[in-house]
């Protein structure tokens, strides 16, 4: 274990680099360097979840796992096919959101199943500790640090210690989805794109654009391919059609452009069967989908987002007192406290931010046949975000997105604790 000295930079390191705006895979990068000076490890995979699904988004590996996803599908079955008592699903709800698979064991790791049909086998590793990031009962992610050969296993104190970064892991991949990358919205084409996915766990057909899309889910430093993703939402289907859970999988993805996807899957199977192809259909995201994410990843209180939702529908302050039973004054309070969050100063660049990220840059552009924008190159030019509250049409910016605001109300992440 390292001295009391190290831990401490390294737990001061961690709150900072996650409050530092980074976006996800310089956090990561970051965060993994400080984590390795406290708790050494021969390699280390982080993973971000969709909180309202806690389905897998996106990968991200170090050390000896980096580059090695040839076999992120069968992670994912183990991962998301079958409960499994230290899946990232069951530590979420954990009391104590880390824990070592030989101390969890007894010292017998291979009898875990995911450790002696997978992690040995495939990688040699004899230990694995895993945490959980989670921030007032949302989830957003979660690690696994790996030792192997003759390495010592992980300590109680080094599982004690990384349960404790829990909250400012969460923090970090909370904002990361927030930061604004100046770029262009991909040219891939219009319209969903469908992977059919066989008995074997593999993509057997795809549609025109699909590879692509794929293939930018995977586009930022040491990020996995899109496989485990892909798999993750296949064992999630495959557990549908046999009737061990009543949803269907879903998650939203960000890309590195900025864009945000829907991924959705589900079996071709008869009810009943837990083999067959899967269908797995991925769409650029709607303004219902992600706005309820956006506002989540604000952390903002209960009160501010119902602020917010009315905000977004262009309700005035006076209409919102009466609505939510409060002074003016106090909703000025609460919308302050929101600006603050979201790093804007108005109304309009709340707006802005929360709706016009992700469409912005092809504002301008034709529609398609389908309603949404024509993805034509020479309509992507890059606008700054600001540019949306210095246009001056308030009244046209609040009808947009009413329709996403009104989604709030329902917003399927978890509240926050507080209700002031």
């Not at 829990?166 to 970090?172: E, I, L, M, T, Y």
């Amino acid at each position: 274990m390292s001295t009391a000295l190290t831990l401490e930079r390294v737990r001061r390191d961690a709150e900072v680099i996650a409050r530092a705006g980074l976006d996800t895979a310089t956090f990561l990068e970051e965060f993994q360097c400080s984590v390795h000076r406290a708790v050494p490890h021969v390699a280390a995979c982080f993973a971000t979840l969709d909180p309202a699904t806690r389905l897998l988004t996106s990968t991200y590996k170090f050390g000896d796992l980096y580059g090695n996803d040839s076999k992120d599908d069968e992670w994912a079955q183990f991962e998301y096919g079958a409960p499994e008592p230290t899946s990232f699903i069951d530590l979420i709800e954990s009391p104590v959101p880390s824990v070592s698979m030989r101390l969890e064991t007894g010292q017998l790791p291979a009898s875990a199943v995911r450790m002696r049909e997978f992690i040995m086998p495939t990688y040699g590793y004899t230990d694995e500790l895993r945490v959980a990031a989670r921030e007032r009962g949302v989830a957003w992610g979660g690690m696994a640090l790996f030792r192997s050969g003759d390495d010592e296993p992980f300590s109680r104190s080094e599982v004690a210690f990384l349960a404790q970064l829990s909250g400012d892991f969460a923090v970090g991949l909370r904002s990361g989805l927030l930061v604004r990358l100046a770029g262009t919205a991909d040219d891939r084409a219009n319209g969903p794109v469908v992977v059919i996915v066989g008995p074997d766990g593999r993509p057997r057909q795809l549609s025109v654009g699909a590879e692509e899309a794929l293939r930018a889910m995977s586009h930022e430093n040491n990020q996995a391919s899109s496989l485990g993703t892909i798999s993750a939402l296949v064992a999630g289907a495959r557990r549908y059609a046999a009737g061990s859970t009543s949803t269907l999988p879903r998650a939203r993805v960000r890309l590195s452009s900025g864009q945000w996807l829907l991924l959705h899957a589900s079996p071709l199977s008869g009810a009943g069967e837990r083999g067959g192809d899967v269908v797995v259909t991925i769409e650029e995201a709607r303004p219902p989908e992600i706005v309820p994410l956006i506002v989540a990843a604000f952390d903002l209180t209960a009160r501010e987002r119902d602020v917010t939702q009315l905000v977004l529908q262009g309700v005035e302050t006076k209409q919102i007192a009466e609505s939510l039973h409060m002074s003016r004054y106090t909703v000025q309070d609460h919308l302050k406290s929101v600006f603050t969050k979201a790093d804007v100063r108005s109304r309009r660049e709340l707006i802005a931010r929360v709706y016009f990220d992700q469409y912005l840059p092809r504002m301008g552009a034709e529609l398609a046949p389908s309603g949404w924008y024509e993805t034509r190159p020479d309509a992507l030019e890059p606008v700054a975000v600001d540019a949306v509250a210095a246009a001056g049409r308030p009244g046209a910016a609040s009808a947009a997105a009413a329709t996403a605001g009104a989604t709030l109300a329902a917003c399927d992440t978890p509240a926050t604790s507080s209700t002031t």
